[in-house]
């Protein structure tokens, strides 16, 4: 028994070194394992957040896009063409130097295009840069927006921003082209009848609150199909820094909190 012991220690030594080790392999394989599952969430998640950022990238450029074909085509059918108009008369004047009536009829004609001209001009002019704006105001230009709506469509708008204190211009510029999204799409697809609109600052955020008693719609359908209005509302909004809430169900109305960031 004696001369035993020190084989057995030995075998016990070895035994537990063996088993030491590993556990220590496993210990190195687990601590491996776990951090090639975390770079590969990382990675994951870096390459989401760049798909997102490229999607409100091409989302930013279709809007400009938008805006710029929009343009074209005003000035093309509608300044292009009272102004083609206009050359048709002037050149009748030559074919009829002499004939009054006929004169005084062109120019009757020739003031009147000129004046739906300039009317043309001014709206366009206007849609490019909301009057009074840079003037007067998010609040102000909001309101003109509003009241130029409620004359256009059958449609009642409830609009509280009283004591609204001075927006940067470029944030006022880009909410009041998301704010007209909004009641494009309440005239155009949400068949409302009434819409309630808030703008207010809390802790220096932008808040908009937005509510109409349309036919709502299924929100994860129309998010999934990629609906132009829900991306350019949501593209402008990033473009702030912004977060979008959107509550709606078919039949129910839609619901909207937008928070900017003033910072």
Same mark, same amino acid.
């Given at each position: 028994?004696?001369?035993?012991?020190?084989?057995?220690?030995?075998?016990?030594?070895?035994?537990?070194?063996?088993?030491?080790?590993?556990?220590?392999?496993?210990?190195?394989?687990?601590?491996?394992?776990?951090?090639?599952?975390?770079?590969?969430?990382?990675?994951?998640?870096?390459?989401?957040?760049?798909?997102?950022?490229?999607?409100?990238?091409?989302?930013? *450029?279709?809007?400009?896009?938008?805006?710029?074909?929009?343009?074209?085509?005003?000035?093309?059918?509608?300044?292009?063409?009272?102004?083609?108009?206009?050359? @048709?008369?002037?050149?009748?004047?030559? @074919?009829?130097?002499?004939?009054?009536?006929?004169?005084?009829?062109?120019?009757?004609?020739?003031?009147?295009?000129?004046?739906?001209?300039?009317?043309?001009?001014?709206?366009?002019?206007?849609?490019?840069?909301?009057?009074?704006?840079?003037?007067?105001?998010?609040?102000?230009?909001?309101?003109?927006?509003?009241?130029? $709506?409620?004359? *256009?469509?059958?449609?009642?708008?409830?609009?509280?921003?009283?004591?609204?204190?001075?927006?940067?211009?470029?944030?006022?510029?880009?909410?009041?082209?998301?704010?007209?999204?909004?009641?494009?799409?309440?005239?155009?697809?949400?068949?409302?009848?009434?819409?309630?609109?808030?703008?207010?600052?809390?802790?220096?955020?932008?808040?908009?609150?937005?509510?109409?008693?349309?036919?709502?719609?299924?929100?994860?359908?129309?998010?999934?199909?990629?609906?132009?209005?829900?991306?350019?509302?949501?593209?402008?909004?990033?473009? *702030?820094?912004?977060?979008?809430?959107?509550? $709606?169900?078919?039949?129910?109305?839609?619901?909207?909190?937008?928070?900017?960031?003033?910072?």
């Amino acid at each position: 028994m004696a001369q035993s012991s020190p084989v057995d220690l030995y075998i016990l030594l070895f035994g537990g070194t063996i088993a030491m080790m590993l556990l220590a392999s496993g210990v190195v394989g687990f601590i491996l394992l776990y951090q090639r599952r975390i770079i590969r969430q990382d990675l994951a998640f870096k390459e989401a957040e760049a798909k997102h950022q490229r999607e409100l990238y091409h989302g930013t *450029l279709e809007a400009i896009e938008t805006e710029r074909k929009r343009l074209a085509r005003d000035l093309h059918d509608e300044v292009g063409a009272s102004l083609s108009a206009l050359r @048709l008369l002037v050149g009748q004047i030559h @074919l009829n130097p002499s004939e009054n009536n006929i004169i005084d009829n062109i120019s009757s004609k020739s003031k009147i295009l000129i004046d739906n001209t300039i009317d043309n001009v001014r709206r366009i002019s206007n849609d490019l840069l909301p009057q009074g704006l840079e003037e007067f105001g998010l609040a102000y230009s909001v309101e003109g927006l509003c009241e130029k $709506t409620m004359e *256009l469509a059958e449609i009642t708008i409830f609009l509280k921003a009283d004591n609204l204190p001075p927006v940067d211009n470029k944030i006022s510029l880009v909410v009041y082209r998301l704010i007209q999204e909004l009641l494009n799409n309440a005239v155009k697809h949400s068949e409302a009848e009434t819409v309630l609109l808030t703008l207010k600052i809390d802790n220096n955020t932008l808040e908009i609150e937005y509510k109409d008693n349309g036919k709502g719609f299924d929100f994860a359908e129309a998010y999934q199909k990629r609906s132009l209005g829900l991306k350019n509302i949501e593209t402008r909004t990033k473009m *702030l820094n912004g977060t979008t809430k959107f509550e $709606t169900r078919p039949n129910e109305g839609l619901k909207l909190d937008i928070s900017i960031p003033l910072t």
